[in-house]
């Protein structure tokens, strides 16, 4: 059995910016995968900010979270829509696109889909 680890959002293992200064995610990664605390700073948009990163028309990332601050509002490619503040839990299965809502950075705690997400290609 191992023992007791000791990990921070505040001394990431990495840190991956979105485009135009927007916002960053901040990374530790577990056997289990990344765990990521996500900062968008307002006027942050998946499709102006990420999608150049991902290469996707869409985020295929799914999404298990919970919202520190701000809020952000998520539309999936069915036309679905949902926004989250402080507070909520996020389920978002892949195929979205996502924005800030508001004045307010919106920080989230992900621990699904992080691996990949926002990462440059090689």
Known sequence: MAGIRRMSLDNPEEVRPFQDGRGQLEMVNLDEGAVARATFRPGWQWS???KPIAGTESCEVPHRG???????????NDGEEATFG???????PPGHDGWVEGDEPCVVIDWQ???DYAKQKA
């Open 48 to 50: 102006k900010h990420v």
């Open 66 to 76: 919970y919202v520190i601050s701000g809020r952000m509002t998520v539309r999936m």
């Open 86 to 92: 402080a507070g909520d839990f996020m389920i978002i």
């Open 113 to 115: 889909g992080m691996t």
